[in-house]
């Protein structure tokens, strides 16, 4: 009965710790379109709620969705565009309110004249 109980726990513990969509503290699902005609490399977004790598993206492509515990209609990007390294930093998010969970996307565009990065929020 006891290794019962223990298994049972161990299971519960498992399911409980794992991500989207059984944990819905981080169902806010994320994924980055590159609308620019460069090729993204090393694609990087910080939500605050969460960072994660998204790796080489194409131009004209669209990534999967990635999972965070929050975030907002804006995050810091970073990227690289044929070796220059491109960063698109928030100064706050005073006054901004956090996203609902739900699938969203980040549509993303380079300016490699000025070296701006463009963040367009997109609710799926």
Do not use: W
Request: with cysteine; glycine share 6%.
């Amino acid at each position: 009965m006891k290794k019962h109980i223990l298994l049972l726990s161990c299971v519960f513990l498992l399911i409980n710790s794992c991500i989207d969509p059984l944990n819905p503290k981080r169902n806010v699902l994320i994924r980055v379109n590159n609308v620019s005609p460069y090729d993204f490399e090393d694609l990087l977004v910080n939500t605050s709620g969460g960072e994660n790598e998204y790796g080489n993206l194409g131009s004209d492509l669209i990534s999967v969705y990635k999972s965070y515990d929050f975030a907002y209609q804006y995050a810091y990007v970073s990227l690289t565009i044929d070796g220059k390294e491109f960063v698109l930093q928030p100064i706050d998010y005073v006054g901004e309110t956090k996203i609902p969970n739900g699938k969203y996307t980040y549509e993303i565009n380079v300016d490699t004249a000025t070296e701006e990065i463009d963040l367009n929020f997109i609710e799926d």
